[in-house]
């Protein structure tokens, strides 16, 4: 027993410690020890055990932070879904704007003594007129010698604007062109001519009343194989509107029965054949044929609660396990899923109250008719759209323009505020830069008492663009008709805006012009707002 002890049992005398019971200390904590060790349920300080009411608490508390985390994930998938949607929908509005004004044309130099009647006589074979505005003088009591004509296809304006330019109509010889308020939308134009090309359609015109689709498929069938004739149908008459399409395999049928068919006589009457300028019907707004029963993002309801239950489950993992790493000391990116996998280790059952969040019914915004427009445009280069954005930011989900007038507005007037002056953010920055320095960094020249109304030309826009050629490259000329007042005969005057490369030859151009004559005429030439100009806004 002595060969044994440890040195701490004895005392300073050599004499053993013992208990109150007189043993000695170091037997009695031996045999302890190897009852401990004999049983194997030898028990370590710790937490105490959880009673039932608290494991049962826990479980509850577990099951309501996945149904929320559930929740959470469906409605974002919820708004990510109306967010696409409302980007679909407005993008589906532009295209019809821009539809709208490919149906429209401008019709000018036309002989004073001309009325509506002859002009939709001379232009109804190209396809259904939907209206024709004759621009009147109520002081004279004639018509100005211009007119708008609107179709319901743009393969009919197109057809008569490619044929009808030019050609001798009461005298005269009539200039027909596009309206200039159609740079605002070049874009989109051009987008859906180049959709267009991706099918071999031709636009048939002036068909007789008596023929049938199949009579036209006979006819057009020897420039090559059809895989589809349809003519327009008339719900008034049961009969067709005069006008069709027809598809065919190869693009070189297509130009062969345009090239031979045009002007070609059937019936009596005097076909019109163009090339196809939009794509179809059913390929106009693809991204807008959603199913109805479909959850958010497109998904059936079943598969977006189990689509938001994985992701919760991961963004679950992924937080206990970051939470774990911090409290634990281990580095971010290593994997604690294995000491965290209890948590959810337990199947969830049903989801009392968890509905899911049925996507907002979003209204298609009404298309933009090219009549409305304010303001006649023309330009050597179409200008490009302002972009739509839609704001997922910010609490108060503000707008790009509104952010901007906001910040505007926000600027201080007086030198103590501006001694004051805080700005936060990268926007507020730019904004604020933007403002203080848009004079001094347009690009933009506008030329005001340059010319009248009556001094409009086709020639025009090239003589602008060569006289400040000389002063730098110029991006854009636009001529700007601008109505004084919402009267017939009210005052029109004309603006011209010249976009230059760089800020320094707008203002070597302005020094160049400003003060100098012109026709009789005064030229008042000064820098433009660029932010206006890049805005669409022409008003100032």
Request: a negative charge; charged letters at 20%; proline letters at 6%.
């Amino acid at each position: 027993m002595a060969a044994t002890m440890d040195a701490s049992s004895q005392l300073p005398n050599g004499d053993v410690k013992q208990n109150g019971d007189g043993e000695p200390l170091a037997k009695k904590i031996k045999t302890e020890d190897a009852k401990g060790d004999g049983d194997g349920k030898g028990k370590a300080p710790g937490l105490p055990p959880l009673t039932k009411e608290q494991q049962e608490a826990v479980t509850k508390a577990k099951k309501y932070a996945m149904e929320q985390s559930i929740k959470s994930v469906l409605v974002k998938q919820t708004i990510a879904h109306q967010q696409q949607q409302m980007t679909n929908l407005q993008i589906a509005a532009q295209r019809q704007r821009a539809l709208a004004l490919m149906c429209r044309i401008y019709v000018g130099s036309i002989y004073y003594e001309l009325r509506e009647d002859t002009l939709k006589q001379a232009f109804s074979p190209f396809g259904p007129i939907k209206n024709i505005d004759l621009s009147w003088d109520p002081l004279t009591m004639k018509h100005k010698g211009y007119a708008f004509i609107e179709y319901e296809i743009p393969e009919a304006a197109q057809l008569a604007l490619e044929q009808m330019n030019g050609v001798m109509l009461g005298g005269r010889n009539i200039k027909v062109g596009r309206p200039s308020n159609m740079a605002s939308a070049q874009p989109i134009v051009d987008q859906l001519v180049e959709e267009a090309k991706h099918y071999n359609r031709i636009y048939v015109s002036s068909v007789h009343p008596d023929l049938a689709a199949d009579d036209i498929k006979s006819v057009f069938e020897a420039f090559g194989k059809i895989k589809s004739c349809e003519l327009a149908p008339d719900a008034v008459t049961g009969k067709h509107k005069g006008y069709g399409f027809l598809e065919y395999e190869k693009p070189q049928s297509a130009q062969d029965a345009i090239a031979s068919m045009n002007l070609f006589d059937l019936g009596g009457q005097y076909l019109r054949v163009g090339k196809a300028v939009t794509p179809p019907k059913h390929a106009l707004n693809p991204q807008l044929q959603i199913s109805s029963p479909a959850g958010p993002g497109g998904l059936p309801p079943a598969a977006a609660v189990a689509a938001a239950a994985a992701t919760a489950k991961i963004t679950a993992l992924e937080a206990v396990a970051s939470t774990a790493a911090v409290v634990s000391g281990v580095q971010p990116g290593v994997s604690t899923i294995s000491s965290t996998s209890q948590l959810l280790s337990q199947s969830m059952p049903g989801q009392p109250g968890l509905s899911i969040p049925a996507p907002g019914l979003v209204q298609l915004p009404q298309p933009v008719m090219a009549s409305s427009a304010p303001g006649l445009i023309t330009g050597v280069t179409p200008m490009k759209p302002a972009a739509t954005t839609t704001s997922t930011a910010g609490p108060a989900n503000l707008s790009n323009e509104e952010q901007r007038k906001k910040v505007e507005d926000d600027l201080p007037q007086t030198l103590g505020q501006q001694e004051n002056l805080s700005i936060s953010g990268s926007n507020a920055r730019h904004m604020v830069m933007q403002k203080l320095l848009r004079k001094s960094e347009s690009n933009v020249m506008i030329l005001r008492n340059m010319v009248g109304i009556e001094d409009l030309d086709d020639e025009l826009e090239g003589e602008v663009t060569d006289e400040c050629g000389k002063y730098g490259q110029v991006n854009r000329v636009i001529i700007y008709q601008e109505r004084q007042g919402e009267e017939e005969n009210a005052d029109v005057i004309v603006k011209i805006f010249v976009e230059f490369s760089e800020s320094f030859e707008a203002e070597r151009g302005v020094q160049a012009l400003n003060g100098r004559w012109f026709g009789g005429r005064k030229v008042s030439a000064e820098l433009y707002d660029q932010l206006k100009f890049d805005s669409q806004d022409l008003s100032g």
